[in-house]
């Protein structure tokens, strides 16, 4: 009787195993999940840091300044140093203002700069079917700490760009690295929040 109890009990066990490991993994965080989370932030600014690692150059190249967005398609990145520059985008429309001038371009004329545009701003704004236009996605972590990596799927991007890495908390985006073609590499640093002084910018809570 102890042996058939035993029995039934690894018989039940068994069971148990092969049904868990035919189920969907629930836990897993994904693309729509981390969506869903930055799509409830409509708009925001923070400081970021920037290293870029130039090939053939001893040291990085550093740049700092802030970033703010409002969804559903406006991104501005103001440098402040080492110079003062200013590249807005909204809709497909993109200004760049240096030393008192400015130029207007229209993104869908320059295919790999839209691709970077976009990754930033569907993360920014949660929108995974722009980002599943222009790149192959991969999701690690959870809620609490997030990372997505972007690979470009069109070619003409895919000829400047290796790979993307954004990484995140929750609904705030932290991090942005990426990998080019020829060896070139760029770290940035976001810290949402209030703008640095003399930035001109305003304050999220």
């Known amino acids: 009787m102890r042996l058939d109890r035993l029995g039934r009990a690894l018989g039940a066990f068994v069971l148990a195993l092969a049904f868990c490991s ?3 993994a629930w836990a897993a965080f994904d693309l729509p999940e981390l969506m869903t989370l ?3 932030q409509k708009s925001g600014e923070a400081r970021f840091t920037e290293q870029r690692f ?8 550093d740049a700092s300044g802030t970033l703010s967005f409002d969804a559903p398609d ?16 909204e809709g497909n429309t993109l200004t760049l203002s240096r030393g008192g001038r400015n130029r207007t371009l229209t993104l869908d004329s320059m295919p790999e700069l839209l691709g970077l545009v976009e990754a930033m701003r569907g993360t920014l ?34 000829a400047q ?18 990998e080019f073609v020829g060896g070139d590499r760029s770290v940035m640093n976001i ?12 304050t999220t809570p």
């Not at 406006?74 to 985008?89: F, G, H, N, Q």
């Open 22 to 24: 035919a189920m969907p």
């Open 38 to 40: 930055l799509a409830k």
């Open 54 to 61: 130039v090939h053939g150059l001893e040291g990085p190249l």
């Open 74 to 89: 406006k991104l501005v990145r103001r440098t402040l140093s080492p110079r003062i520059e200013t590249m807005a985008v």
């Open 125 to 158: 704004t949660g929108d995974g079917a722009t980002l599943q236009r222009y790149f192959r996605s991969t999701v690690t972590g959870s809620a609490a700490k997030w990372t997505l990596d972007l690979v470009p799927m069109d070619s003409r991007l895919a």
């Open 161 to 178: 760009v290796r790979s993307m890495r954004i990484s995140g908390r929750a609904s705030d985006v932290l991090g942005l690295e990426m």
């Open 191 to 202: 810290s949402p929040g209030a703008a640095p002084a003399g930035a001109g910018g305003r």
